[in-house]
């Protein structure tokens, strides 16, 4: 599966963002999606992952209860709505698919280039 993400940019703190994802081929159901990322000089981070028919989500303690992960298996997309965003939260963007909602970034199979998200202060 080919992923293509898309909606980063810059916001100011306490603003809001959504980036999504679409994914080409038939396969897009068969797979958990998540969206790590990757600040300048870090490890990349998990960030939010949700299940093959999107009843199960999974987040980041990070960004609990500011971001909600979603998905539409009919689109091929997988969004992540990330509000109340802080200077902590810059970074490159990544969605990826995988066999599992994993908080592991090796654990994903398949990734998209990313888009940049930066938050000034």
Do not use: H
Not at 31 to 55: L, N
Not at 68 to 82: A, E, F, G, H, P
């Amino acid at each position: 599966v080919q992923l293509q993400a898309s909606g980063g940019g810059l916001v100011q703190a306490g603003g809001s963002l959504r980036l999504s994802c679409v994914a080409s081929g038939r396969t897009f159901s068969r797979y958990d999606m998540g969206w790590i990322r990757q600040a300048p000089g870090k490890e990349r981070e998990f960030v939010a992952a949700i299940s093959r028919m999107g009843s199960i989500t999974n987040f980041a303690d990070s960004v609990k209860g500011r971001f909600t992960i979603s998905r539409d298996n009919v689109k091929n997309t997988v969004d992540l709505q990330m509000n109340s965003l802080k200077p902590e939260d810059t970074a490159v963007y990544y969605c990826a698919a995988g066999l599992g909602i994993s908080s592991v970034p090796d654990e994903y199979l398949y990734w998209g280039q990313g888009t940049q998200v930066t938050v000034s202060s």
